[in-house]
């Protein structure tokens, strides 16, 4: 199983970006999908999570700011990022949790992680 994220960069204060995250390998199902952040001396923080219904919750740091969605039928998920602050500087981590078959046929649950992601805002 593989998670791909991409979408990152630099953007000024006030500015929007759209992450993704695709999710590869021979999954059975995907439950919970999420973007957590960790900024530069700081712990990792759940940034907003959706379920597979797409009920969706954010940290209220992001609310109104930001969207979390997802594209079943592409195991993706997306983080549309609006009116960016410099505090929203960090990487930027997509999370799942999934069910799939291992190469020896097994079957497998796990949260598993992207490879993040860097977003920079600029004042």
């Known amino acids: 199983v593989q998670l791909q994220a991409s979408g990152g960069g630099l953007v000024q204060a006030g500015g929007s970006l759209r992450l993704s995250c695709a999710v590869s390998?021979?999954?059975?199902?995907?439950?919970?999908m999420g973007w957590y952040r960790q900024a530069p001396g700081k712990q990792r923080e759940l940034v907003a999570d959706?379920?597979?219904?797409?009920?969706?919750n954010y940290a209220d740091s992001v609310k109104g700011r930001f969207t979390i969605s997802r594209d079943n039928a592409k195991n993706t998920v997306f983080l549309q990022m609006n009116s960016l602050k410099p505090e929203d500087t960090a990487v930027y981590y997509c999370n799942v949790n999934l069910i799939y078959y291992e190469q020896s046929g097994e079957i497998s649950a796990e949260k598993a992680w992207g490879q993040g992601t860097l977003v920079t805002v600029s004042s």
């Open positions: 390998g021979s999954i059975i199902r995907i439950d919970d």
């Open positions: 959706i379920t597979s219904g797409g009920s969706t």
